[in-house]
């Protein structure tokens, strides 16, 4: 036996010298070049990484499992604390019930108003229950997998969200599972405005587990502990109007002129099995639909014959407005001081502040063309 | 071949328990059990394919924890080649002295995965990464001390089978 092993020991020896070396640089270079592309989103190197995944996922079921023991404790529970459970819900269930009776006539109500406003209504979403699968335990990816992928129609961006709030936005779909990173994560900011001011702003994940950052708040911002962040909807991704979390500590460093805000998430992001998938009716079509919207809140109700002919600045209001009708057009230069506060005050979700971003600029030339 | 049948349950298992679900404030200082694995099979079976293995074992943990493809591999195969390297001086320490002396190895991965992490934008808490170095040198008498009584028990059925 000794022999043997000081035979072996001995014949790798004269190996080892050059094999080891062009073995190390092989695979290092193999691995930078995989890195290399994977950073240029190489589609050949997502589906290797995605049949990888699928290879695995034996490996992800055996490492969920002892959890899944350790929640199978709470099958065994006593008949008395579930008739309590029963009863609890049943109570809850009822009073939101009443809730969403009065929330379905504000929803009614909301539509006549933006009807009246002629903007496009989308506040019914279309949502998906996935399943948490597994959450990555390296701790410093806040990310989650869920068992909806591509065949369910769950595509990059997607907003996830749970009972409490915005939980985070998918990064990666494989076809029968995708990857959903938090918003916790360092890499992750998400466009919030505080509820109570309006005040918008970026919130970033902060990278240790449960905490949000809101670093560009200017030093007099009105922000208070205890204020609700919600979602913007600016950038499209995210819907509009949904609780992100709560200012939990404002830092206010003496001398900067910047303050930075600490925020806790609503979601219950390290609890519970199941999360809803969002599709948000804004996000789903590119940039040429949803600039549409953008010629119709400059409304053209007040009087479009009587100044028209007045305007030679109705010719290059068209440029901006260019898919809307000709007709309305000049309609809208004429019109417009009055109605771009009030419609910016109206509205402060996702496609009215593009409108807004870019309608001011659209018209600030016009004086100065002709 | 039931040794190898062995290295490979190591290398799974490894796999398991690097991501096999713990409460937060564990995750945190979680050893690096791929990391004590390859280190394992570097140092004690020069026979073994470690390197390569290394490398393929790197790419599913990369998979697993959605790193960036390459990441782990690449620190692995590093390690890997550096114990092979060094194996000459590591197996003339006792087990606890070999525990110390890996120390900057260990360090080198764990710096490795930060460097890439900050390569690729991926800003984290910089204090706390460098526990899994505390952790993984305090489980590496355990880890290794099971896996050669492990080795040493096949080799022991073997002789037996021989001897008659």
Known sequence: ?370 | MITSLGYLASLVLALLLQIVELPEWLAIARPAWPLLVIGYWALYAPNAPAIASAWLLGICCDVLLNAPLGQHALGLVVVAFLIRRLSGIYTLFPLWQAALALIPVWTLYVFLMFWIDGLARHAADSTLRWMPIVSTTLVWPLCAGMLDSFRASRARSRNRMRLP
């Not at chain 1, 995944?53 to 034996?58: C, D, F, H, I, R």
């Not at chain 1, 407005?321 to 109605?339: F, I, K, L, M």
């Open chain 1, 1 to 370: 036996m000794n022999t043997s092993l000081s035979d072996s020991t001995s014949n790798s020896l004269f190996l080892r010298g050059p094999a080891l070396g062009v073995k190390l640089t092989l695979l290092v270079s193999l691995s930078i070049l995989l890195m290399m592309g994977e950073n240029r989103g190489n589609p050949q190197l997502q589906t290797a990484r995605q049949w990888l995944s699928w290879a695995l996922t034996p490996i992800t079921w055996a490492a969920a499992s002892p959890a899944e023991v350790v929640g199978g404790v709470d099958h065994l529970r006593s008949r008395e604390s579930l008739l309590n459970d029963n009863r609890e819900l049943r109570e809850r269930l009822l009073k939101q019930d009443a809730r969403l009776l009065r929330l379905e006539s504000l929803e009614a109500e909301n539509i006549r108003i933006r009807e009246l406003l002629a903007s496009s209504s989308s506040l019914e979403d279309r949502v998906l229950i996935a399943e948490i699968l597994a959450t990555s335990q390296d701790p410093y990816r806040h990310q989650i997998v869920l068992n909806k992928g591509g065949r369910d129609g769950v595509y990059r961006g997607q907003a996830l969200v749970d009972a409490d709030g915005i939980m985070g936005q998918i990064v990666q779909v494989n076809p029968g599972s995708s990857v959903a990173l938090l918003i916790t994560d360092p890499d992750h900011g998400i466009p919030v405005e505080i509820n109570r001011t309006g005040l918008q702003t970026i919130a970033l994940g902060r990278g240790d587990g449960h905490g949000l950052s809101l670093p560009y708040l200017p030093g007099n911002a009105d922000v208070k502990v205890g204020d609700l962040l919600v979602t913007s909807g600016l950038g499209g991704r995210f819907p509009a109007g949904y609780p992100v979390g709560t200012v939990h500590e404002l830092k206010h460093a003496g001398g900067e002129s910047f303050m930075e805000a600490i925020a806790y998430p609503k979601a219950k992001l390290s609890q519970g099995r199941q999360a809803l998938l969002v599709w948000s009716e804004r996000a789903l079509p590119s940039s040429g639909t949803d600039d549409e919207p953008i010629a119709v809140p400059i409304d053209l109700p007040v009087k479009p014959e009587s100044r028209s002919p007045a305007t030679p600045a109705a010719a290059p209001a068209q440029v901006p407005a260019a898919a809307s009708n000709p007709t309305s057009a000049p309609a809208a230069t004429t019109t417009t001081t009055p109605s771009v506060p009030p419609s910016a005050a109206a509205t402060p979700p996702a496609a009215p502040p593009a409108g807004k971003t870019t309608a001011p600029p659209a018209l600030a030339p016009k004086p100065g063309t002709p």
